[in-house]
């Protein structure tokens, strides 16, 4: 019998899915339903619709992964209209335990918990994750997930940020065109503008220009299918500058945060896979002038856990309210 419902909410999928707490306290997920965040009003209409495909009543008790800054118990969708207060929200679904937190957070909190299985070497020294000191977490999907937790003698403290939102900072010749390219339409041009599931679409617009002469005649989606699969030149090439881009993005976040390791995951990063053990994400990630060697010695991790957002929230949530 499930203990409670744990929801991943982003700007393009809300992901629902119960759980069971064992009597250890780790969390066992079962069937994931995935919906789409669009087509509903509000988190109470989404969570209607997850409650009609199961057999019996929900749980009452809901672990919620949220896509924005978290104040208070209270958060606002940064890629959507969404709004959420825990208090109201137990009221409205009669939860006896509730718990709301940064979904960058939640996938924090499962990346210390999750055993090296689930982690793919990308970049630095082959080894696991330091189990002292910070951990660089960044994320690009719908958005930029920025994150990183702390360990030291046994304890481990997750922090939430919105990093995705720090300036783009432009390297090359390709990243100016870019650059200007999103500044006729937005007075600041934030990483994740182009560090994210949408960004590879301003990419390829710039390499088609100034390579083929011609407009982009693709969208994001089809970019990144067919970029990652190598059947369209662009594409791929923009996919290539992508993790180059991710590895500079990623840099820049060790160096701000003191990582002695880094993790990347979302969406996005998972379906890279092994693209980012290529030379140019490491290329970007190690390129920080008279840093270099110090960044060759960080290790770099892919979190290859399916649902880590709903795994992270849901031992939150544990951690809160079980004994």
Not at 83 to 102: P, Q, S, V
Not at 266 to 295: I, N, Q, V
Request: charged letters at 20%.
């Amino acid at each position: 019998m499930a203990d409670l419902v744990t929801l991943d909410i982003g700007g393009t999928n809300a992901r629902f899915a119960l759980a069971s707490v064992a009597a250890d306290g780790s969390v066992q997920l079962g069937e994931v339903v995935t919906l789409h965040t669009g087509a509903f009003p509000s988190l109470e209409a989404a969570w209607g619709e997850f409650a009609s495909r199961q057999s019996g009543a929900l749980p009452r008790a809901a672990a919620i992964a949220f896509a924005g800054p978290v104040f208070g118990g209270a958060a606002r969708l940064t890629n959507s209209s969404w709004e959420i207060r825990t208090d109201e929200l137990a009221k409205a679904l009669e939860l006896d335990k509730a718990t709301l937190i940064n979904d960058f957070a939640a996938v924090a909190h499962a990346a210390n918990a999750l055993p090296p299985e689930d982690f793919l070497h990308l970049a630095g020294p082959d080894i696991g994750l330091p189990r002292e000191g910070t951990i660089s977490l960044i994320g690009p999907g719908t958005g930029l997930g920025v994150a990183h937790f702390h360990r030291i003698a046994g304890t481990c403290h997750v922090q939430a940020t919105e990093g995705g939102h720090i300036g783009f900072a432009p390297v090359d010749d390709l990243d100016d065109r870019i650059l200007a390219r999103l500044r006729h339409r937005h007075d600041r041009v934030s990483l994740e503008r182009v560090v994210s599931g949408p960004g590879i679409a301003e990419i390829y617009a710039v390499l088609s220009e100034r390579d083929a002469g011609q407009p982009p005649a693709l969208d994001a989606d089809s970019i990144w299918r067919l970029g990652i699969a190598g059947q369209d030149a662009i594409a791929s090439a923009a996919v290539d500058h992508f993790c180059l881009l991710l590895g500079r993005a990623a840099g820049d976040i060790a160096l701000a945060q003191g990582a002695a390791g880094v993790v990347i995951a979302g969406g996005t990063g998972l379906s890279l896979g092994e693209r980012l053990r290529g030379p140019a994400f490491g290329e970007g990630f190690r390129a920080k002038g008279r840093y270099e060697a110090m960044m060759a010695g960080i290790p770099v991790k892919l979190l290859r856990h399916p649902q880590p957002g709903l795994l992270g929230a849901a031992a939150v949530l544990v951690a809160e309210h079980w004994p």
